[in-house]
């Protein structure tokens, strides 16, 4: 049974930072993509990184790139996502996600994740 828990959300001032981490449990962690999705207030999920499972690999939005970070940790099956620079565009409820990879494309997923966590808000505002 897949597994995903999201922890670290909050709120922060513009400007500053934060770090999300997901726990996960269920499934091969290095066989998996798992990426990190915002749901921004009435808006559909948007993807913001995610690590490509297999090649390890790892994409990020236009507006996360060069702002936010994911990495992962193998021995804890955990992947996190450092958020710095933050916005108040930033805003929302970050989920974490996890699929198999799409191994037709060098993309993290072929198609939405078949597994979500419980997701996490985060609020930055002055």
């Known amino acids: 049974q897949v597994q995903l828990v999201e922890s670290g959300g909050g709120t922060v001032h513009p400007g500053g930072s934060l770090r999300l981490a997901c726990a996960t449990s269920?499934?091969?962690?290095?066989?998996?993509?798992i990426g990190w999705f915002l749901q921004a207030p009435g808006k559909k999920h948007e993807a913001v990184s995610c690590?490509?499972?297999?090649?390890?690999?790892?994409l990020y939005s236009v507006s996360a790139q060069g702002r936010f970070t994911m990495s992962k940790d193998a021995a804890k099956n955990t992947v996190y996502l450092q958020m710095t620079s933050m916005r108040p565009e930033d805003t929302g409820i970050y989920f974490c996600a996890a699929d198999l990879p799409d191994f037709t494309s060098h993309e993290c997923f072929e198609r939405p994740p078949a597994h979500w966590g419980q997701g996490i808000q985060v609020t930055v505002s002055s």
């Open positions: 269920g499934f091969t962690f290095g066989d998996y993509s």
């Open positions: 690590i490509r499972g297999g090649d390890g690999s790892t």
